[in-house]
Nanobody, 125 residues
Protein backbone atom coordinates (compact mmCIF):
# COMPACT_ATOMS: atom_id res chain seq x y z
CA UNK A 1 0.00 0.00 0.00
CA UNK A 2 0.86 3.66 -0.37
CA UNK A 3 0.18 6.25 2.30
CA UNK A 4 -0.15 9.96 1.57
CA UNK A 5 -0.36 12.82 4.07
CA UNK A 6 -0.99 16.39 2.89
CA UNK A 7 -0.18 19.64 4.64
CA UNK A 8 0.27 23.30 3.84
CA UNK A 9 -3.27 24.40 3.22
CA UNK A 10 -4.65 27.60 4.68
CA UNK A 11 -6.16 30.95 3.79
CA UNK A 12 -4.81 33.70 1.62
CA UNK A 13 -6.00 36.67 -0.34
CA UNK A 14 -6.47 36.63 -4.07
CA UNK A 15 -3.11 37.05 -5.77
CA UNK A 16 -1.27 35.30 -2.97
CA UNK A 17 0.67 32.04 -2.89
CA UNK A 18 0.59 28.77 -0.99
CA UNK A 19 2.62 25.58 -1.19
CA UNK A 20 1.06 22.23 -0.47
CA UNK A 21 3.13 19.22 0.56
CA UNK A 22 2.34 15.52 0.46
CA UNK A 23 4.58 13.03 2.23
CA UNK A 24 4.41 9.64 0.55
CA UNK A 25 5.36 6.26 1.95
CA UNK A 26 5.10 2.71 0.73
CA UNK A 27 7.23 0.00 -0.72
CA UNK A 28 6.85 0.60 -4.42
CA UNK A 29 5.39 4.07 -4.82
CA UNK A 30 8.49 5.21 -6.69
CA UNK A 31 7.00 3.68 -9.82
CA UNK A 32 3.64 5.37 -9.42
CA UNK A 33 2.10 8.36 -11.10
CA UNK A 34 1.32 11.14 -8.60
CA UNK A 35 -1.27 13.85 -8.76
CA UNK A 36 -3.05 16.71 -7.05
CA UNK A 37 -6.83 16.99 -7.11
CA UNK A 38 -9.32 19.38 -5.58
CA UNK A 39 -12.97 19.38 -4.65
CA UNK A 40 -14.95 22.51 -4.01
CA UNK A 41 -18.16 22.40 -2.00
CA UNK A 42 -20.95 20.99 -4.10
CA UNK A 43 -18.69 20.14 -7.03
CA UNK A 44 -17.02 17.05 -8.44
CA UNK A 45 -13.41 16.26 -7.58
CA UNK A 46 -11.20 17.47 -10.41
CA UNK A 47 -7.61 16.91 -11.44
CA UNK A 48 -5.24 19.84 -10.96
CA UNK A 49 -1.77 18.52 -11.81
CA UNK A 50 0.01 15.22 -12.29
CA UNK A 51 3.56 13.95 -12.61
CA UNK A 52 4.67 10.60 -13.96
CA UNK A 53 7.83 8.82 -12.86
CA UNK A 54 10.02 10.19 -15.68
CA UNK A 55 8.95 13.60 -14.40
CA UNK A 56 6.52 14.67 -17.11
CA UNK A 57 3.86 17.00 -15.72
CA UNK A 58 0.35 17.90 -16.80
CA UNK A 59 -1.99 20.64 -15.62
CA UNK A 60 -5.64 21.53 -15.78
CA UNK A 61 -6.25 24.53 -18.02
CA UNK A 62 -7.57 26.50 -15.07
CA UNK A 63 -4.20 26.41 -13.27
CA UNK A 64 -1.66 26.43 -16.11
CA UNK A 65 0.95 29.10 -15.59
CA UNK A 66 -0.03 29.53 -11.93
CA UNK A 67 0.54 26.13 -10.29
CA UNK A 68 3.66 23.94 -10.38
CA UNK A 69 3.90 20.30 -9.35
CA UNK A 70 7.24 18.91 -8.19
CA UNK A 71 8.67 15.96 -6.33
CA UNK A 72 11.62 15.69 -3.97
CA UNK A 73 12.90 12.11 -4.07
CA UNK A 74 15.13 12.52 -1.04
CA UNK A 75 12.20 13.68 1.08
CA UNK A 76 9.58 11.42 -0.52
CA UNK A 77 7.43 14.50 -0.84
CA UNK A 78 5.17 15.81 -3.59
CA UNK A 79 4.58 19.56 -3.77
CA UNK A 80 2.08 21.89 -5.37
CA UNK A 81 3.26 25.49 -5.56
CA UNK A 82 0.25 27.73 -6.11
CA UNK A 83 0.66 31.38 -7.15
CA UNK A 84 -1.70 34.13 -8.32
CA UNK A 85 -4.43 32.48 -6.31
CA UNK A 86 -8.06 33.13 -7.22
CA UNK A 87 -11.21 32.72 -5.15
CA UNK A 88 -12.23 29.88 -7.47
CA UNK A 89 -9.17 27.95 -6.27
CA UNK A 90 -10.93 27.51 -2.92
CA UNK A 91 -11.33 23.77 -2.33
CA UNK A 92 -10.12 20.74 -0.42
CA UNK A 93 -6.90 19.60 -2.07
CA UNK A 94 -5.88 15.95 -2.21
CA UNK A 95 -2.75 14.20 -3.37
CA UNK A 96 -3.11 10.80 -4.98
CA UNK A 97 -1.07 7.95 -6.44
CA UNK A 98 -1.74 5.49 -9.24
CA UNK A 99 0.19 2.42 -10.36
CA UNK A 100 -0.75 2.97 -13.99
CA UNK A 101 -2.45 5.86 -15.72
CA UNK A 102 -3.82 6.04 -19.23
CA UNK A 103 -1.68 8.64 -20.99
CA UNK A 104 -4.73 10.34 -22.42
CA UNK A 105 -6.34 10.90 -19.02
CA UNK A 106 -3.59 11.60 -16.50
CA UNK A 107 -5.88 13.91 -14.52
CA UNK A 108 -8.73 11.44 -14.36
CA UNK A 109 -9.57 10.84 -10.71
CA UNK A 110 -10.87 7.32 -11.31
CA UNK A 111 -7.40 6.12 -12.27
CA UNK A 112 -5.89 6.87 -8.86
CA UNK A 113 -6.09 4.21 -6.16
CA UNK A 114 -4.48 5.89 -3.17
CA UNK A 115 -5.58 9.19 -1.63
CA UNK A 116 -4.56 11.46 1.21
CA UNK A 117 -7.01 12.95 3.68
CA UNK A 118 -6.95 16.40 2.07
CA UNK A 119 -5.96 19.91 3.09
CA UNK A 120 -8.22 22.95 2.82
CA UNK A 121 -7.29 25.99 0.73
CA UNK A 122 -9.41 29.13 1.02
CA UNK A 123 -8.83 32.21 -1.16
CA UNK A 124 -10.64 35.41 -0.33
CA UNK A 125 -11.26 38.46 -2.50
Amino acid sequence: DVQLVESGGGSDDAGGSLRLSCVISGNTYSSYCLGWFRQATGKEREGVASMDRPGNSAYADSVKGRFTISHDNAKNTLYLQMTSLKPEDTAMYYCAAARTVYAGDVLGKNQYEYWGQGTQVTVST
